[in-house]
């Protein structure tokens, strides 16, 4: 049967390159990075070449990039470092602004410091999944220390303005980060330009290996480590560097870059030719995400639930039988499916929210994939409508 992967926001397969690039790490250049004999000095090197590749893709000076196992702990050490910094440096300064859609690896670590006596402002999405720089402006008080805005969300592909959200953040001196994890290798943009203080990253979003990514932080920001125990990262992340998965990240980095410019607009047009085709055979379907402000390889799409007692899950499992990997729009939470916290914050009912389906396209895809998508789907709606 053929396979269709459209589900590349989840993660991505390990490009060949990068499996090359990463080989000899693990057998013949296996030193710890950290000792001083030539064998730890080579895996050193292999290290910093990496992270240089790295901050030279996003504008960042190498002493701004911290590696993590991957996105969520760079966004639990964003937060809970800028927080802990800041409490220690000034007892007032306890206040957080976040947005209802960012990912849960933000929204639960706000949570937490909840329970610790910080203050946490979720400002509202609009239909969109946008948050503007007013709301930003509005939400910031004298004991804000931190603003934490994704850079674009992984279930709609809105992309934020940043850049403008900095901007009143810092007029107020207020600390910012931003989740990258979506927009690395997908859209051009450098950490100078949009001038944040901390960047998330992570590998297996681009072809790269799992269990690897990095924190930019601003040389000058104030940031405690989460964990203790060693010197590594300059003390910021201890623990001994793996080295392999350094070096996929930064080849996975580095190809990205290189392909950005013509993989992106190939799969823009996969994906317009996807909507407007389910468009036409489902008129009533909803694009969730903004209509420009948008990554370009993500659809979004509610089915109109009235019409057709649509359950997302049961979608994806339907077009799983005939090889097709997508997502729906709920989530698995304490063994039943909830609506994606995403959508409802943009306005959507738990009914609509639950009829969705996420399409990602990535390498893989091509033109035939999205007219055997669209008449599978074709069919699995008419066999559901039916009966
Ligand atoms: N942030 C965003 C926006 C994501 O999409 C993801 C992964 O789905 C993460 C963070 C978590 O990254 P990781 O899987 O590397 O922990």
Avoid: W
């Amino acid at each position: 049967m053929k396979r269709i992967y459209l589900d590349h926001t989840a993660t991505t397969p390990l490009d060949a390159r990068v499996f090359e690039a990463m080989r000899p790490y693990f057998s013949e250049i296996f030193g710890n990075a950290s000792s001083i004999h030539s064998f730890g000095r080579e895996a050193k090197s292999a290290l910093e070449k990496a992270r240089e590749t790295i901050a030279k893709a996003i504008g960042a000076q190498s002493g701004e990039i911290f590696f993590t196992s991957g996105g969520t702990e760079s966004d639990n050490f964003a937060i809970h470092g800028v927080a802990l910094a800041a409490a220690k440096k000034s007892a007032g300064k306890n206040h957080i602004v976040t947005s209802a859609a960012e990912h849960h690896a933000v929204l639960e670590p706000c949570e937490i410091l909840k329970e610790e006596g910080f203050e946490v402002t979720v400002l509202p999405v609009d239909s969109n999944g946008l948050v503007t720089p007013e709301q930003v402006r509005n939400a910031i008080t004298d004991k804000t220390c931190l603003v934490s805005i994704m850079h674009a969300n992984n279930e709609v592909g809105t992309v934020y303005p940043i850049k403008e959200i900095a901007a009143v953040a810092h007029e107020r001196r207020v600390v910012v980060h931003t989740d990258g994890v979506q927009t690395l290798g997908k859209i051009p943009f450098s950490v100078k330009d949009l001038d944040v203080d901390l960047m998330t990253l992570s590998a297996h979003k681009l072809y790269g290996p799992k269990g690897i990514g990095a924190l930019f932080v601003k040389k000058g920001t104030e940031l405690e480590p989460m964990i203790h125990g060693g010197g590594q990262e300059r003390g910021k992340r201890p623990g001994t560097e793996n080295v392999p998965l350094a070096v996929g990240f930064a080849k996975a980095v580095e190809l990205a870059i290189e392909e950005m410019q013509t993989e992106m607009p190939r799969l823009e047009s996969l994906r317009s030719n996807l909507q407007s085709q389910i468009r036409n055979h489902f008129p009533p379907a909803i694009i969730n995400g903004h209509p420009t402000s948008r990554l370009p390889h993500i659809l979004n799409i509610s089915f109109d639930n009235n019409k057709i007692p649509l359950q997302g899950e049961m979608l994806v499992m339907n077009m799983d039988l005939q090889g097709i990997a997508v997502t729906s729009g709920s989530a698995c939470t304490s063994g039943s499916m909830q609506p994606s916290h995403v959508l409802l914050a943009m306005g959507r009912d738990e009914k609509t929210a639950k009829a969705t389906l996420r399409f990602s396209f990535g390498k893989s895809n091509t033109e035939e994939d999205v007219d055997y998508v669209v008449s599978t789907l074709k069919q699995i709606l008419q066999r559901m409508t039916d009966g």
